[in-house]
């Protein structure tokens, strides 16, 4: 009686494993979403970082559920993006960063702006979001490699938005170096970097003035180039920084 127990149960647990394999039997996804976040005055890509503190792309599928859980897709530092490995389906979706916010809700929960887009993604799907930056970080000439083997860097920090709902004070504006093209706040030598933080509204009087920040640390070892990008924020939200683009200097 034992042994015709044991194989009825041995009999149940392999059908529940072919079982379990038909149900798992799915194509990996493949399918692929790319585009770009640019700023609506200046038609350029919003430049930010990479990982975790920088632009990201929010994906809703709304194919199967009205309440699907969000899944996240990190842009690229030139504020690009390209993913390859989504399911086919229709998704509503928006882009956070260092810009007003496409998808804004009042005190109490309602939506009260929302120009995310809804599309169908299948093969290779493209996608552009047009937004107003915080702020526009401008380069003035080229950063300058100086006799005492630092490097100098001159800019103009201006508002890339007239909505005076994102328009707190500045309170980061920082020169960053690295010994590869991938810098910024998540990515910097903190031996060279120059890095100033404001209080109150000191930050923002430095709004539109030509500003120029020279590396830290003395003379910068030679025979080698360097890569500098200057960031600034507001004190809003997660305080995402906006960029400039990435100077590189060679040191003799």
Request: aromatic share 10%; with cysteine.
């Given at each position: 009686?034992k042994?015709?127990?044991?194989?009825?149960?041995?009999?149940?647990?392999v059908?529940?494993?072919?079982?379990?394999?038909?149900?798992?039997?799915?194509?990996?996804?493949?399918?692929?979403?790319?585009?770009?976040v640019?700023?609506a005055g200046?038609?350029?890509s919003?430049?930010?970082?990479?990982?975790?503190?920088?632009?990201?792309?929010?994906?809703?599928?709304?194919?199967?559920?009205?309440?699907p859980?969000?899944?996240?897709?990190?842009?690229?530092?030139d504020?690009?993006?390209?993913y390859?490995?989504?399911?086919?389906g229709?998704?509503?979706i928006?882009?956070?960063?260092?810009?007003?916010?496409?998808?804004?809700?009042?005190?109490?929960?309602a939506t009260?702006?929302?120009?995310?887009?809804?599309v169908?993604?299948?093969?290779?799907?493209?996608?552009?979001?047009?937004?107003?930056?915080?702020?526009?970080?401008?380069?003035?000439g080229?950063?300058?490699?100086?006799?005492?083997?630092?490097?100098?860097?001159?800019?103009?920090?201006?508002?890339g938005?007239t909505?005076?709902s994102?328009?707190?004070?500045?309170?980061?504006?920082?020169?960053?170096?690295?010994?590869?093209?991938?810098?910024?706040?998540?990515n910097?030598?903190?031996?060279?970097?120059?890095?100033?933080?404001y209080?109150?509204?000191?930050?923002?009087?430095?709004?539109?003035?030509?500003?120029?920040?020279t590396?830290?640390?003395?003379?910068?070892?030679?025979?080698?180039?360097?890569?500098?990008?200057?960031?600034?924020?507001?004190?809003?939200?997660?305080?995402?920084?906006?960029?400039?683009?990435?100077?590189?200097?060679?040191?003799?």
């Amino acid at each position: 009686m034992k042994k015709i127990l044991y194989i009825i149960a041995m009999s149940m647990i392999v059908g529940a494993g072919s079982s379990c394999k038909k149900i798992d039997n799915y194509e990996a996804p493949s399918e692929t979403l790319t585009g770009s976040v640019v700023d609506a005055g200046t038609g350029a890509s919003v430049q930010t970082e990479t990982g975790g503190n920088g632009t990201r792309i929010k994906l809703l599928e709304i194919s199967w559920s009205s309440n699907p859980t969000p899944f996240y897709i990190n842009s690229m530092q030139d504020g690009t993006f390209n993913y390859t490995k989504l399911f086919a389906g229709k998704n509503k979706i928006s882009a956070e960063g260092a810009f007003v916010p496409l998808v804004q809700t009042d005190a109490a929960g309602a939506t009260i702006v929302d120009k995310s887009q809804t599309v169908d993604i299948k093969g290779t799907t493209q996608i552009k979001f047009t937004v107003e930056p915080f702020l526009r970080i401008q380069w003035i000439g080229e950063p300058v490699y100086n006799a005492d083997g630092t490097i100098s860097a001159t800019f103009k920090v201006v508002r890339g938005t007239t909505d005076a709902s994102f328009q707190q004070d500045v309170s980061d504006i920082n020169l960053y170096v690295n010994a590869t093209k991938y810098v910024g706040n998540n990515n910097y030598d903190n031996r060279y970097s120059a890095r100033v933080s404001y209080g109150g509204t000191d930050g923002t009087t430095k709004i539109g003035q030509t500003l120029t920040l020279t590396t830290i640390g003395g003379a910068l070892p030679g025979k080698r180039s360097y890569f500098l990008r200057v960031g600034a924020r507001i004190n809003y939200g997660l305080k995402y920084y906006n960029y400039t683009d990435v100077k590189t200097v060679v040191v003799p």
